[in-house]
């Protein structure tokens, strides 16, 4: 089945900090969705990607869907305490609905 | 205001029990699912309905059931068949399959 490889695992941010993460696929998917999750919460949709080599921002957020078709990455800029969480992304191939999760990335504050 | 409500927000059953979950949607998507989020783990599809009366199973179906009589509603049964039930069991739904899903706030199973 396709899997996605999430990287990196967990992060440690300093606020102010840029962080980036990244996903890739061993198959080409047609979406790529980034998602955060609060702890107990479900996750909320940050950002949608539909097309190959497509940049799309939200806020300080930033991700784009790789030329390849098979990886995707996110960057937060200038990262305040609130981003802490957990980041996914998924994949949607042509197969048709069924969303493909990354493993996640946690997002932590500095001490 | 539009979205996906799931209750409760914890529960607790005894071994052995049936037990069924509720996600309700108000904005009128088509497609709706089940998903399992074990600790420190990654989302996995239970079940999936892209269509009122029809639903196909997920990677995990095994000890689960699901019926989607209505467009708006997509319960979930845990059954005693699941070997291990206690998880963060989440719902989402899609205008459509190839469409964005969009999650509920979840509801927490713990099977003593």
């Known amino acids: 089945g396709q899997q996605l490889n999430q990287s990196p695992q967990s992060m440690f941010i300093q606020e102010g900090e840029d962080v980036s993460m990244n996903c890739t696929s061993s198959s080409i998917f047609n979406t790529w969705l980034w998602y955060k999750q609060d702890p107990g919460e479900g996750p909320v949709l940050l950002i949608a990607l539909y097309k190959a080599g497509e940049l799309t921002s939200n806020g300080r957020l930033t991700a784009q869907f790789g030329i390849t078709r098979k990886d995707s990455f996110l960057n937060i800029s200038a990262s305040i305490p609130s981003d802490v969480g957990i980041y996914f992304c998924?994949?949607?191939?042509?197969?048709?609905?069924?969303?493909?999760f990354g493993g996640g990335t946690r997002v932590l504050v500095k001490p | 205001d539009g979205g996906i409500t799931q209750s409760p927000k914890y529960l607790f059953r005894k071994e052995g029990q049936n037990v069924t979950l509720s996600c309700e949607q108000n904005l009128n998507h088509d497609a709706m699912y089940w998903y399992r989020q074990d600790p420190g783990q990654g989302l996995r599809l239970i079940y999936y309905s892209q269509i009122v009366n029809d639903f196909q199973k997920g990677d995990i179906a095994e000890g689960y059931s699901v019926s989607r009589e209505k467009k708006e509603s997509f319960p979930l049964t845990v059954t005693s068949a699941q070997k291990n039930p206690t998880a963060f069991y989440l719902c989402?739904?899609?205008?459509?399959?190839?469409?964005?899903?969009?999650f509920g706030p979840g509801t927490r199973l713990t099977v003593l």
């Open positions: 998924a994949g949607q191939g042509a197969a048709g609905n069924k969303l493909t």
């Open positions: 989402a739904s899609s205008r459509g399959p190839a469409n964005e899903q969009f």
